[in-house]
């Protein structure tokens, strides 16, 4: 199908986690709006069929369908990706949004809750659908990741095996956000040349349920300014889907401008090491499990 000013994802296919609820579900039925294919990678199937149904129904097309992705659980990451190459899709887009706060213990695989979902489950299906998104290119990586990657002084590297230790979960959020940005940049480094780039962002501070998990007296604080709905949450990652210049892959976003990260989310060898390490760790979970 040949795109146009109104459609101009038309006969694209993007791939969105988490897009059941929040910034996902803005952001899925947005790219949907604009004439794209959207698989909804989501955990439960009931949560996502209002999503599938209200973008049908504001489309007129069968636009959106559900994949199963739990991203704490590595064999349902790879069944996931399995089941979208098996399709023969090309992938245009992948926007690595699924996120949780507050949420303690271990992830099916062994890792910090936060860290495994929000990071290291990103980077497996995003490892396992690189091939397709080169194949597909020019083609982009959108991962949502937050300011708060700015409270994380560094990346324990115990600590991201061992189970949650803060009360809240903040202090692990912050690592796995940090990781996000390292990741999408070390990505754009590794992906130069190929027509696919890559971006990190932050949302805003966005009235979602991303904070369910943390104790409810708790939760006040972290909203203590001015929040978004999700609608004005999704734009940043609707300009980097859509807009941001490839020459600007692997930077950081707000507010759908280039913005600095913190020093430490700048820090080349750390994104490696960070990168080294996920990759021996998916592999060492693809052996055991
Ligand atoms: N809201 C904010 O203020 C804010 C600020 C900065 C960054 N962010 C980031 O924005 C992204 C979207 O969050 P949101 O605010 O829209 O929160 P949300 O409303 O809680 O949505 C989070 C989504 O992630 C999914 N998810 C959680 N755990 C998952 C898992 N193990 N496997 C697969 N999917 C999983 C949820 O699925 P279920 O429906 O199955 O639970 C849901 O679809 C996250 O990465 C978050 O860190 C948010």
């Known amino acids: 199908m040949q795109s146009s000013p109104s459609q101009p994802l038309a006969g694209r296919i993007a791939l969105v986690t988490g897009a059941s609820t929040g910034i996902g579900r803005v952001t899925a039925r947005q790219l949907a709006l604009q ?20 973008i049908q129904r504001l489309t007129g097309r069968a636009a959106a369908e559900w994949l199963e992705l739990d991203l704490a659980d590595s064999r349902s990451i790879r069944a996931c990706a ?8 090309p992938l245009h887009l992948l926007v690595n949004n699924a996120g949780l706060a507050g949420a303690r213990g271990l992830t099916r695989d062994g890792f910090e809750m936060a860290f495994g979902v929000n990071h290291l489950g990103h980077f497996l299906l995003t490892d396992l659908l690189l091939e397709r998104l080169k194949a597909s290119a020019p083609a982009r990586v959108v991962t949502v990741a937050s300011r708060a990657h700015r ?9 991201v095996r061992r189970p949650t230790r803060s009360l809240t979960g903040v202090r692990e959020y912050a690592v796995s956000k940090l990781a996000n940005v390292l990741f999408s940049a070390e990505l754009a480094r590794r992906l130069d040349g190929s027509g696919v780039s890559t971006y990190a962002l932050h949302p805003g501070v966005v009235d979602t349920e991303v904070w369910r998990a943390v104790p409810g007296p708790l939760r006040p604080l972290l909203k203590l300014r001015g929040l978004l709905t999700p609608e004005e949450g999704a ?4 300009h980097c889907a859509l807009h941001a210049p490839a020459s600007e892959s692997g930077l950081y976003y707000a507010r759908s401008a280039v913005t600095a990260p913190t020093d430490r989310a700048c820090d080349f060898r750390l ?9 021996e760790w998916v592999a060492d979970i693809g052996q055991y499990r």
């Open 235 to 238: 734009r940043t990652t609707l």
């Open 151 to 159: 409270r994380a002084p560094a990346i324990d590297w115990n600590a």
């Open 271 to 279: 994104a490696a090491e960070l990168w080294r390490r996920s990759a």
């Open 35 to 54: 004439g794209a294919h959207v698989y909804l990678a989501c955990r439960s199937e009931a949560r996502t069929r209002p999503v599938i149904d209200e």
């Open 82 to 89: 399995s089941r979208f190459l098996d399709s023969g899709q």
